[in-house]
C-alpha cells in the first residue's frame, strides 16, 4: 500500500516533499499563504518581502521534481505577488494562462485611495506541449434561451453549441460566506466550483493532485468528487482535523457547492489523534490518525466512485455575509 497517496501530512511541506516520489504527480494545485499578514496559526504569511518570494522559489524548485512531464502546476497569488512569481516560474515552466478569479465581492464602501481589489490571480502552467487538458470536461452548458437564439440552420448539430463553451480567463465565483453549504472554519477557504475545474481539465480521471498548502483541504475533496488521488500537506493541526472530518463526511455524504444547504457536521471535532480510536469510524475504515511522534499523516482511504448526491439539511444559522476588505482572498 501506497504510504503517500490519498493522504495529507500535517507537516510543513517542504519538509515533507520527500515523501512523495519524483515524476508520480499529474498536476500541482497549490494556494500558497499570499503574504498578506493572514493569521493561519503561523507566520507564514506575514514574511518579509524578499524572505517570501525566497520561500516560493524554494517550494517551487523542491515540487517540480514531483511533478510528470505533461504535468500542470496552478497556483493562486495576489496582484501584489503575481509579477515577481510568475516571472520565477517562467524561468522553469511555460505559462499557459493568468486565471483571474473575481470573487463576486459586493460594493460596500471600503478604499477611497484605490480600486477596490477583487480578485485572485491564478498561474497556469505546463512543462511542455503535449500536457494534459480536458476541455470537454469543464464546458459550461449554454441556457435553453442562447440555444434558441442559435437555432437558424447553420448552428444545427454545432458541436460547440451542444457541447457547451470555453469558461474562459475569468472565473466568477462567489467566494464562500457562512450560509454556503461547503464553508468551514478556514480563513481563506475555496470554492470547490473553482478547484474542481481545475482538476477536471488538467488532471486524468484516476490521476493524483498534489496540493502542498491544503488548509481545510478542499484540493482533497475536489479531487475525491472527481475521481482523482490527492496528496499534500498543511502545516496548522486545527485545519488538519477540520480537512479529516471533510473528507470523513465525504465518505458518506458527498460535498457540492449548494448555497441553499449546509452538510451534517459532528457536534464538536475530535481532538488530534482521537479519530483512530473512534470505534465507528474504525469500523468504516475512514479515518485513520497515525502516531503522531512518527507519521503526522492523516491516512484516508483510496477515492469512493465520484458521487454528486446533495445534503438535505437546511441551515441553521442567520446569513450573515462575511465583512468585505481591501486585499483579502478567499
Ligand atoms: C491560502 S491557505 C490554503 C487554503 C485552501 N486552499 C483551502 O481551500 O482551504 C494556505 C495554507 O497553507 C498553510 N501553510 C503555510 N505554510 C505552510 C507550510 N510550510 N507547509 C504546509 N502548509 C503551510 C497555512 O496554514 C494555510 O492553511
Known amino acids: 500500500m501506497s504510504t503517500w497517496l490519498d493522504q495529507v501530512f500535517c507537516e ?20 500558497p499563504p499570499y503574504n498578506l499578514g ?40 495576489t496582484w501584489r505577488s503575481a509579477p515577481e512569481i510568475f516571472v520565477m516560474l517562467k ?35 505546463v512543462r511542455r506541449k503535449d500536457y494534459y487538458f480536458n476541455l470537454d470536461a469543464v464546458r459550461i452548458p449554454y441556457d435553453a434561451e442562447t440555444k434558441k437564439a442559435r437555432s437558424r440552420s447553420i448552428f444545427v448539430g454545432a458541436k460547440w453549441l451542444e457541447q457547451g463553451y ?24 475555496k470554492p470547490l466550483e473553482i478547484i474542481e475545474r481545475m482538476v477536471k481539465a488538467s488532471c486524468p480521471p484516476g490521476g493524483v493532485v498534489l496540493d502542498l498548502f491544503m488548509g481545510s483541504g478542499t484540493t482533497a475533496v475536489a479531487a475525491r468528487n472527481t475521481g482523482r488521488h490527492f496528496t499534500g500537506f498543511e502545516l496548522n493541526p486545527d485545519y488538519c482535523r477540520i480537512l479529516a472530518e471533510r473528507l470523513d463526511q465525504l465518505a458518506v455524504e458527498p460535498q457540492e457547492p449548494d448555497p441553499k444547504v449546509r452538510p451534517k457536521r459532528p457536534a464538536s471535532p475530535p481532538a488530534a489523534g482521537q479519530q483512530g480510536s473512534d470505534p465507528k469510524a474504525r469500523a468504516k475504515g475512514r479515518v485513520r490518525a497515525a502516531d503522531p511522534g512518527s507519521d503526522p499523516g492523516f491516512l484516508v482511504t483510496p ?25 483579502s482572498p478567499e
Open 303 to 327: 477515492p469512493a466512485a465520484p458521487a454528486r448526491k446533495r445534503a438535505t439539511r437546511k441551515p441553521k444559522s442567520k446569513v450573515v455575509a462575511a465583512p468585505t476588505s481591501v486585499d
Open 12 to 31: 510543513d511541506a517542504l519538509a515533507g516533499l520527500h515523501r512523495i516520489p519524483d515524476g508520480s504527480i499529474d498536476l500541482i494545485l497549490t494556494d
Open 91 to 125: 524561468r522553469r515552466m511555460t505559462m499557459i494562462n493568468e486565471i483571474i478569479w473575481d470573487r463576486r465581492v459586493p460594493s460596500m464602501g471600503g478604499t477611497v485611495r484605490s480600486f477596490t481589489s477583487v480578485h485572485d490571480t491564478i498561474g497556469f502552467f
Open 38 to 77: 493572514k493569521d493561519y496559526g503561523n507566520a507564514s504569511d506575514q514574511q518579509p518581502v524578499d524572505d517570501f518570494l525566497a520561500w516560493t522559489e524554494q517550494w517551487v524548485d523542491a515540487a517540480l521534481p514531483k511533478l510528470k512531464e505533461n504535468g500542470s502546476l496552478y497556483v493562486f497569488t
Open 166 to 189: 470555453n469558461p474562459k480567463d475569468l472565473w466568477s465565483v462567489s467566494r464562500l460566506h457562512r450560509q454556503h453549504a461547503e464553508r468551514v472554519d478556514h480563513p481563506t477557504q
